[in-house]
């Protein structure tokens, strides 16, 4: 009799240890579910890199850090965006980088530099509806996975009121525009941050120690338009 017990006690032992094995296992399974890591891609230039200001305070990394700590959740970030690049050098930048596909977010902002440099407009209407056919790329053809950022307004900086702020922003205006319109065709979302840097000499602290880029503070203020139309994405 003392050994059909010996015998039940053991068979109860490892159907509890089962169980709670697979009770753990189950957990796991629905934590790293939740805790999934997304991919973003920023491409750009300088206002993207973030020039002038910390490595964690450019619009990129603020902006993955709020949808860590609001979605509980992991972001990989990838920056392909160097400081004087036109739409021309950003497409060399990605043809020479090894990006995995798919990613989850790509931002696309570019063109001031096309501008300062007084490249032909007609480069831009060639080479941005290029890139963002590359960021839709990215992302398998996923028009709500992609965001276009319009250009700032360096006119309303120290360093652009020594040049023709009019000429500047009227161009910025119409660079600004044709990017809207390519978004639009495309059905991507295009991110209004302009108005952002023209408030530049009205409030100092928009403007980063250079006189010329954005400040950690005037990319929080991007973040904040970002973040809502990114966050529901991150969320499926």
Not at 2 to 14: P, Q, R, S
Not at 84 to 93: A, E, I, K
């Amino acid at each position: 009799m003392n050994t059909f017990k010996i015998i039940a006690l053991i068979l109860l032992f490892f159907n509890c240890t089962s169980s709670e094995s697979e009770f753990l296992t189950g957990s796991e399974e629905i934590r790293s579910e939740y805790q999934k890591e997304f991919k973003y891609l920023a491409l750009g230039d300088s206002y993207t890199v973030g020039e002038s200001v910390a490595s964690n305070q450019n619009f990129p990394m603020q902006l993955s850090e709020r949808l860590e700590s609001e979605l509980n959740t992991s972001v990989e970030t990838k920056i392909i965006a160097r400081t004087g690049w036109r739409t021309d050098d950003l497409q060399n930048g990605i043809s020479n980088t090894r990006i995995d596909k798919p990613q989850d977010l790509v931002t696309l902002l570019i063109g001031v530099n096309n501008q300062y440099q007084d490249k032909p407009f007609e480069q831009y209407e060639k080479e941005f509806p290029e890139l963002l056919g590359i960021a839709l790329n990215f992302v398998e053809g996923n028009a709500e996975k992609v965001l276009v950022i319009s250009i700032p307004d360096y006119a309303f900086t120290p360093f652009g009121q020594s040049r023709d702020v009019d000429k500047i922003s009227r161009e910025i205006d119409m660079y600004n525009e044709f990017a809207r319109s390519i978004a639009v065709e495309n059905k991507v979302r295009f991110v209004e941050i302009t108005d952002i840097t023209r408030m530049g000499l009205e409030q100092p602290q928009l403007v980063a120690s250079d006189g010329l880029h954005p400040s950690g503070e005037a990319y929080s203020k991007f973040v904040d338009r970002i973040l809502p139309l990114v966050e529901e994405r991150f969320k499926d």
